[in-house]
């Protein structure tokens, strides 16, 4: 390899490493990452979507709204299902909004999501917003209503 393509592989390298290194600290030096969790409290509205609401969340208290975009999908275990969503929490600091992944054990009525946060979609206090939260839950009644743990951490834009 020749000097010239050496520098510039070298040159690379070496932005790569400082702008992985250095935008994650920007955020937690500005501590704009907050871990927040709740209870969640959900209706099955039987047309595609569920409402409830989220409790003791601090931060995440308010209504809630799913939108499922895909139907149960098969899994290897045939009591185990997947599906995907959007999902929103409306606050009156603003509108939290993530696309979902998870899966559903039918037998036991336990759930688990991957709740990924959508920065653009996002409004208010958490308009580009980033993050995590994780919801697991379970029904009792076949699937009519939900009672799950929301928890996670949001990286707030500014120090929220």
Excluded: W
């Amino acid at each position: 390899m020749n000097g010239r393509i050496k520098t510039l592989v070298m040159l690379a390298m070496v932005t790569v490493t400082v702008g992985l290194f250095s935008l994650p600290q920007l955020a937690l030096a500005n501590g704009n990452c907050k871990n927040l969790k709740g209870n969640l409290s959900v209706v099955n509205n039987f047309d595609g979507t569920t409402s409830g609401t989220i409790t003791q969340g601090g931060k995440l208290n308010g209504t809630t709204k799913a939108i499922f975009s895909s139907s149960l999908v098969a899994t290897p275990d045939p009591n185990t299902f997947s599906y995907i969503d959007n999902f929103s929490v409306t606050t009156h600091r603003g509108v939290l909004a993530t696309s979902n992944v998870a899966i559903y054990d039918t037998v036991r009525g336990l759930f688990t999501e991957i709740a990924r946060i959508e920065p653009n979609a996002s409004e208010g206090d958490f308009a580009g917003a980033t993050g995590v939260l994780f919801i697991n839950g379970q029904t009792t009644d076949g699937g009519a209503t939900f009672q799950a743990k929301i928890e996670g951490e949001i990286c707030f834009i500014s120090g929220q």
